[in-house]
């Protein structure tokens, strides 16, 4: 996660005004609902309820922190933990949430800092926060009394130990967005959203271009690449612009794959996920140069396009990927 968004996308006057035709009320304007009426939601397939309004919100990672300050609840959070190679934050969408809400790690959640930020709720993900290995999960939570909420794109769906996603990860979205509307009483706002949203993806959809460029989601890995099956934020975003996830038919989320699939399935585009130590153009130049790769189509005419971390997990800022990569391959299939 090397970087975030160098300037401000769209999306941001989409919560702060009506810049991209939505209209959205602010945090002041918003009517919560009583903090002691309990709420019942579905998450990852169960029924959980809680019994006030959180008050103490801690989330894990950029684009579940975004979820929330897209929906105005900065007072609501006690902190959020993201790694430090974001790069600058000045000139990013919800500026005002990074602002106000603390920074607790560097890192992941663990326990110490829940407990230290005296969190009454923890949103986190499978892979984004939750994990088995370090005893952070929504179980080892429950023990100590601070409630889960899961991310949806992140839930497991019970085909191996591991794998995860429950349903279409736009789908997962507009869930988890419904749901954090109607615990945090901010129903209308989340409503706005989710139909400027839909409006949006459904202007570039109506806009694709006739042939379907197959795309390649290469987030990291040289032995073997690591990628986005049916249920990740990438599917929806290729196929929404206009193309063909070359994974489309792995039934999980972010997963490990063979080279030997994706030269075997040809892919048209490349899309490289920017974050962590090794830079977008490191990426590239690999793609480019790896032997096994040289016949696939992707990489002789070097059609390979970058978006940025957060763009590509279940983030408010999907929309605006699905629009700038549906922007590139309108060019790919232009010139094909």
């Keep these: 996660m090397r970087k975030l968004l160098a300037a401000a996308l769209c999306l941001a006057a989409t919560v702060t005004a009506t810049g991209c035709g939505a209209n959205v009320e602010s945090a002041g304007d918003a009517k919560s609902r009583s903090s002691d009426q309990p709420v019942t939601l579905t998450n990852c397939g169960q029924k959980i309820t809680f019994d006030k309004v959180p008050e103490r919100v801690v989330t894990n990672d950029v684009g579940i922190t975004e979820l929330m300050f897209a929906l105005g609840l900065e007072d609501r959070m006690a902190g959020f933990a993201m790694p430090d190679d974001k790069g ?6 919800w500026k005002d949430g990074y602002d106000r809400v603390k920074w607790l790690s560097k890192d992941q959640l663990t326990k110490e800092n ?27 939570l429950k023990k100590l009394g601070v409630p889960s909420y899961v991310l949806t794109e992140s839930c497991r769906n019970g085909r191996t130990e591991t794998s995860r996603g429950i349903m279409p990860p736009l789908d997962a979205l507009y869930t988890d967005l419904t749901n954090l509307g109607k615990l945090f009483g901010v129903e209308q706002r989340a409503a706005t959203l989710i139909a400027d949203f839909k409006k949006r993806i459904a202007d570039v959809r109506s806009r694709a271009p006739e042939k379907s460029p197959k795309v390649f989601l290469y987030d990291s890995g040289q032995d073997q690449p690591f990628t986005s099956g049916r249920y990740a934020a990438p599917e929806q975003i290729i196929t929404e612009a206009g193309g063909v996830n070359v994974m489309h038919d792995v039934e999980d989320s972010w997963t490990t794959v063979g080279w030997e699939s994706v030269v075997r399935r040809d892919p048209d585009v490349i899309v490289i996920c920017d974050y962590g130590d090794v830079t977008a153009e490191q990426k590239k130049k690999f793609l480019l140069s790896y032997a096994p790769l040289r016949d696939v189509s992707a990489i002789r005419h070097k059609r390979i396009f970058v978006l940025d971390y957060v763009d590509l997990v279940e983030s408010p800022r999907n929309p605006s990927a699905v629009a700038r990569l549906a922007d590139y391959l309108r060019t790919v299939t232009a010139k094909s």
């Design 88 to 93: 600058d934050l000045s000139g990013v969408p």
């Design 114 to 140: 829940v407990l230290d930020a005296r969190a009454d709720l923890v949103f986190a993900g499978w892979n984004y926060g939750f994990r088995e290995d370090a005893g952070f999960t929504p179980d080892a």
